[in-house]
Protein backbone atom coordinates (compact mmCIF):
# COMPACT_ATOMS: atom_id res chain seq x y z
CA UNK A 1 0.00 0.00 0.00
CA UNK A 2 2.81 2.30 0.85
CA UNK A 3 4.28 1.46 -2.40
CA UNK A 4 0.64 2.77 -4.36
CA UNK A 5 0.49 5.94 -2.19
CA UNK A 6 3.79 6.96 -3.61
CA UNK A 7 3.39 5.94 -6.89
CA UNK A 8 0.24 8.22 -6.35
CA UNK A 9 2.68 11.15 -4.91
CA UNK A 10 5.04 10.98 -7.79
CA UNK A 11 1.93 10.84 -10.79
CA UNK A 12 0.75 14.01 -9.18
CA UNK A 13 4.09 15.78 -9.28
CA UNK A 14 4.76 15.31 -12.34
CA UNK A 15 1.52 15.80 -14.04
CA UNK A 16 0.96 19.58 -16.11
CA UNK A 17 -1.64 21.69 -14.71
CA UNK A 18 -4.77 20.85 -17.21
CA UNK A 19 -4.90 24.50 -17.68
CA UNK A 20 -1.55 24.73 -19.43
CA UNK A 21 -2.47 23.40 -22.79
CA UNK A 22 -5.73 24.03 -22.64
CA UNK A 23 -7.85 24.96 -25.84
CA UNK A 24 -8.46 28.60 -24.49
CA UNK A 25 -5.09 29.30 -23.33
CA UNK A 26 -3.36 32.52 -24.37
CA UNK A 27 -0.02 30.32 -24.27
CA UNK A 28 1.90 30.53 -27.78
CA UNK A 29 0.89 27.93 -30.17
CA UNK A 30 4.62 26.63 -30.04
CA UNK A 31 4.57 26.33 -26.00
CA UNK A 32 1.02 24.68 -25.97
CA UNK A 33 2.34 21.87 -28.67
CA UNK A 34 5.70 21.56 -26.75
CA UNK A 35 3.66 20.93 -23.09
CA UNK A 36 1.28 18.74 -25.12
CA UNK A 37 4.14 16.74 -26.09
CA UNK A 38 5.35 16.22 -22.88
CA UNK A 39 2.28 15.31 -21.52
CA UNK A 40 1.62 12.75 -24.56
CA UNK A 41 5.31 11.05 -23.47
CA UNK A 42 4.35 11.03 -19.62
CA UNK A 43 0.87 9.46 -20.94
CA UNK A 44 2.93 6.97 -22.78
CA UNK A 45 5.19 6.22 -19.94
CA UNK A 46 2.35 5.76 -17.52
CA UNK A 47 1.14 2.94 -20.01
CA UNK A 48 4.45 1.34 -20.59
CA UNK A 49 3.89 0.94 -16.56
CA UNK A 50 0.57 -0.06 -16.00
CA UNK A 51 1.73 -2.57 -18.94
CA UNK A 52 4.42 -3.92 -16.98
CA UNK A 53 2.05 -4.11 -13.60
CA UNK A 54 -0.25 -6.18 -15.43
CA UNK A 55 2.18 -8.36 -16.70
CA UNK A 56 3.42 -9.21 -13.17
CA UNK A 57 0.28 -9.46 -11.79
CA UNK A 58 -0.88 -12.01 -14.12
CA UNK A 59 2.40 -13.83 -13.64
CA UNK A 60 2.05 -13.52 -9.79
CA UNK A 61 -1.39 -15.46 -10.42
CA UNK A 62 0.17 -17.68 -12.74
CA UNK A 63 2.40 -18.51 -10.19
CA UNK A 64 -0.29 -19.08 -7.53
CA UNK A 65 -2.14 -21.45 -9.27
CA UNK A 66 0.66 -23.82 -10.35
CA UNK A 67 1.36 -23.52 -6.82
CA UNK A 68 -2.41 -24.57 -5.44
CA UNK A 69 -2.13 -27.43 -8.76
CA UNK A 70 0.98 -28.77 -7.09
CA UNK A 71 -0.47 -28.59 -3.51
CA UNK A 72 -3.51 -30.74 -4.51
CA UNK A 73 -1.25 -33.19 -6.57
CA UNK A 74 0.46 -33.68 -3.43
CA UNK A 75 -2.47 -34.51 -0.87
CA UNK A 76 -5.10 -35.69 -3.95
Known sequence: MAQRERAKSKQAATRAP??????????????????LEIELERARARIRELEASRVEAV????????????VVEKHG
Open 18 to 35: ASLASPGSTMPLELRVKT
Open 59 to 70: NRIDWVIDSLHN
